[in-house]
């Protein structure tokens, strides 16, 4: 959400700079641009309509990885390769082989997903012309959710432009529950609806990997005999009015939560009534649930609602 915020703003002194309108007056037609649509649009949505009706595109600027936004296409960018994944080879529709390979790119403001479709751009990568480290430069790529996709309109090429400062942590992109996707980060704002009982486990002190036990010995698997640490998980499901999701805690999640006594099933059955119903920020990484057959959150880390927010929100409304 505070990445939503953040994107809005962007968009709206880019708008600002590039029509010498005042922003207050741009807001105005982004509002009634809203209304005007039933409020079907965010306001990033909003703002790109009214921008292209004063005639602003983004098509021949260079954007920070930053103001890419959901939706936006032709959008042009630079960035530092992080890491590739293995090139996937795959059978279309029509029955032709095909190719599909995804890097991540950062700059100083943020770090996005690249997925290249076309086999031309993907021969730079298997002949080494692009790799790991690499500055790139990308031409009319388009943005479908969070990630920049490149097809046989999109130009690839290595860059000479130097990037010290790559942002390389992750960005947490908030999203509704409706629309997650198996490995996105994301943060959202979502409603504690249940709470599962924790199991626990042993892990070793040394590296946090799950230990084996035999007999009375714990055994990791790089550290050897070691004195297990005892680790609690628990399952919870979280609702944001536009649907629910299993969301996976491990200890310090389950404690920001607001529990104190994993271990002592009374209070945590006490404690568990005071965080049903419990409005929070829960940011983490979406994957399959195999055995399940639906998605999952893990979460790294929980936060309160800031009220701040809620009023700008509540302002906007
Ligand atoms: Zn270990």
Known sequence: MVQGNGNYERILEKISRSSGLEKAEIERRIEAKKAKLSGLISMEGAAQV????LGISFENEKLK????LPGMRKVNTIGKVMNISPVRTFTTKKGEASKV???WIADETSNIKVVLWDTNLILLIETGKIGVDTVIEITNGSMRDNEIHLGSFSQLKPSAEVIENAKTEKVFRHKNIIDLKPGENTDLRAFVLQVFEPRFFNVCPECSKKVTQEGEVFICEKHGKVI????AVSSIVIDDGT???RAVLFNEALSKLGFSQLDDTDKFSAEKGNIIGKEMVFTGNVRNNAFFNNHEMIVDDIKEVNPDELIMELEKN
């Not at 009214?50 to 009706?53: H, I, K, N």
């Not at 297990?228 to 680790?231: F, G, L, M």
């Open 50 to 53: 009214v921008a292209a009706e």
């Open 65 to 68: 990885i930053n103001e890419l």
């Open 101 to 103: 390979v995804n890097f």
């Open 228 to 231: 297990p640490e005892k680790r």
């Open 243 to 245: 649907d629910s999701v």
